[in-house]
């Protein structure tokens, strides 16, 4: 298939192609620097299959829309340290239900529905988690799974994912 760069060059890449293999094809210091693309005006994450004839544009640190990329893994840290935190407490990580976590204006932030209330005593220890967690350098990466899939994995575990996946 083909996608096209912000200079107007068309670049052929296998079906399926993601900003990372678009990113590849360009040379390895972009790369290397890539967090993220522009799609056809939407931002998307590395691992994103591109539609075909997509307009790309490969989103760096020095991006605007990087703030966008980093707050949503952000999002996605603070709840696995939520987990593991609540974990070390002795509960099952799966009591701790997720909402949405989506990124806002200035930061972002996740709905939780914890064992017990999280307290402000309690926030020093999630973001030493956090850290933790960043420290690993664990890949990221994406994964899709059909509905039926995603539905049949949390319908009657999680109230809150299944309520998402049936609104898709």
């Not at 075909?52 to 760096?60: H, M, N, S, Y």
């Not at 509960?91 to 930061?107: A, F, H, M, N, R």
């Not at 994964?143 to 109230?159: C, I, M, N, T, W």
């Amino acid at each position: 298939m083909v996608v096209y760069l912000p200079d107007g060059k068309a670049l052929e890449v296998e079906e399926g192609a993601t900003a990372w293999d678009v990113a590849r094809a360009i040379g390895p210091g972009l790369a290397k620097a890539a967090v993220g693309a522009l799609v056809n005006g939407e931002v998307y994450d590395l691992l994103k299959p591109l539609p075909p004839g997509a307009q790309v544009r490969i989103l760096t640190e020095k991006d605007p829309e990087y703030q966008l990329l980093f707050r949503h893994t952000l999002a996605h840290v603070l709840a696995q340290a939520v987990k593991e935190f609540f974990a070390e407490k002795g509960y099952d990580p799966e009591s701790v239900k997720l909402g949405v976590g989506p990124v806002i204006e200035k930061g972002f932030y996740y709905d939780i529905d914890a064992p017990e209330p999280i307290s402000d005593e309690d926030l020093p220890a999630i973001e030493e988690k956090m850290r933790a967690i960043i420290a690993k350098d664990l890949p990221l990466r994406r994964f899709v799974l059909p509905k039926e899939v995603a539905l049949s994995r949390y319908q009657g575990k999680d109230p809150y994912k299944t309520e998402l996946i049936l609104d898709l």
